[in-house]
């Protein structure tokens, strides 16, 4: 650390008239029985995790307010999640109605004479202190974080001026990200209007299309592994085909695997676990050479003159989610999971374009969906380089030239 630079405890930092850190009110204190239609703003979690204001619309009326007034919000605070999410921080922006924050969050109010606003949210997200405040955290079903784990964390603050120079250098890598963020959204809206505008929207496909049995255009796959070594691969409705051993952070195969089904390159499976992103399962298409997956799978292969592909976007798009509804609200689901038999399934009716508008339209959805994944990449690629940078700037590893007062407000 530089000569220039102090090194203080979190809980040194305050300006006296408020403290440092405050604790949302008792759980029993503030909850949705509380709240009101309008009001004064509960700050909760989403708002800290999206970083966005108007996640989350819960208020409580002027007296409960008041009763907790200690746990109230003021432009430039620090709010930071300690139940659950940990270490998530946003600082609220001016103009940001009054509140007050909910039990699952900390206040930080640091002395704006001697932290400026946007470096101490820049400081309390770099990856070292994260990584100290997840070893801090205790707790068993749910992890939390209490005060004096985060009161007695040092941050290293650099003069004013280099704060608010450090400020400006993140405040433009945000912006970059932002714009990215808004054109990613805008492609993945487009994306999805695309796909709706030809595949049809809730199973209501095109008339011209014939619609045929799964059983009539695929063949299911039962073979079983012959001893060779397979990766063994489960199906996350977010991810897709994902390693077993990464999902549930051990392998759950064991080390038999004798009753899972064998996939080749380009065949399906349906996952038919329910979860709430995911009601009706999901499926999708193998994209390596070989994986074992779990023989409660339903998988299959289409027959020739059919393209995969299509048939890829088509699941993506949810085309089974009607008539899987059907199936489940007439009596299939038992004890959370769906009891949907092999024959359910395989009826599901799917439409039958011809190859070659099945191919045209394929090539069209793969280049709107590679448009949007290069964009994921290169927001990724952006929010590394910003966290390296991150640790250069708030380490004093790197220095930069002062900043000149002009800049305190857009620092702030």
């Known amino acids: 650390m530089r000569e220039d630079w102090a090194e203080c405890r979190i809980d040194e930092l305050g300006n006296g008239h408020r403290p440092v850190l405050k604790a949302g009110p008792f759980g ?12 004064y703003k509960v700050y909760g979690q989403q708002e800290v995790v999206a970083k966005d204001l108007n996640a989350e619309a819960y208020f409580v009326s002027e007296a409960t307010f008041r009763r907790h007034k200690s746990c109230a919000v003021e432009p430039g605070d620090i709010l930071m999640t300690m139940m659950g999410t940990i270490g998530r921080v946003y600082r609220v922006p001016q103009g940001a109605p009054k509140g007050i924050i909910n039990p699952r969050l900390v206040r930080i109010a640091f002395d704006k004479s001697r932290v400026l606003p946007k470096f101490a949210e820049a400081a309390l997200e770099q990856r070292p202190l994260q990584r100290l405040l997840d070893r801090r955290s205790h707790g068993g079903t749910m992890q939390g974080l209490n005060l004096d784990a985060l009161a007695s964390i040092r941050l290293s603050i650099p003069p004013l001026s280099e704060q608010r120079k450090i400020a400006e250098i993140l405040r433009t890598w945000d912006e970059a990200l932002e714009k990215l963020t808004a054109l990613r959204a805008a492609k993945q809206e487009r994306f999805t209007g695309l796909t709706q505008q030809i595949m049809g929207r809730g199973g209501i496909f095109a008339q011209r299309w014939p619609l045929k049995a799964l059983s009539a255009v695929s063949t299911q796959v039962r073979r079983k592994s012959a001893g060779d070594n397979h990766p063994v691969m489960t199906i996350s409705a977010k991810s897709g085909f994902l390693m ?11 080390q038999s695997v004798e009753r899972y089904t064998l996939l080749h390159e380009g065949e399906f499976a349906y996952n038919k676990g329910n979860s709430k992103t995911a009601p009706y399962g999901c499926v999708f298409r193998l994209e390596r050479p ?12 289409l027959k020739p003159g059919l393209d995969p592909e299509f048939y890829e976007h088509l699941f993506a798009a949810g085309a089974l989610n009607h008539q899987l509804s059907r199936l489940i609200n007439s009596g299939v689901r038992n004890d959370g999971l769906l009891n949907l038999y092999s024959d359910d399934f395989y009826s599901c009716r799917v439409p039958v374009p011809p190859i070659e508008e099945q191919r045209q339209i394929a090539r069209a959805l793969t280049a709107a969906k590679q448009e949007r994944e290069l964009l994921d990449d290169e927001i990724a690629a952006l929010t590394r380089q910003k966290l390296g940078l991150m640790q250069k700037l708030l380490t004093g590893e790197w220095r930069v030239a002062a900043a000149d007062k002009g800049s305190t407000e857009a620092a702030e």
Do not use: I
């Not at 503030?30 to 009101?36: F, G, L, N, Q």
């Not at 077993?244 to 064991?254: E, L, P, Y």
């Not at 070989?290 to 292969?301: E, Q």
């Open 28 to 39: 029993s204190a503030v909850t949705k029985a509380t709240y009101e239609a309008s009001g």
């Open 290 to 301: 070989t994986a074992l997956v779990p023989f409660v799978y339903y998988c299959f292969a």
């Open 244 to 254: 077993q051993s990464d999902k549930f952070a051990r392998d759950m195969a064991g």
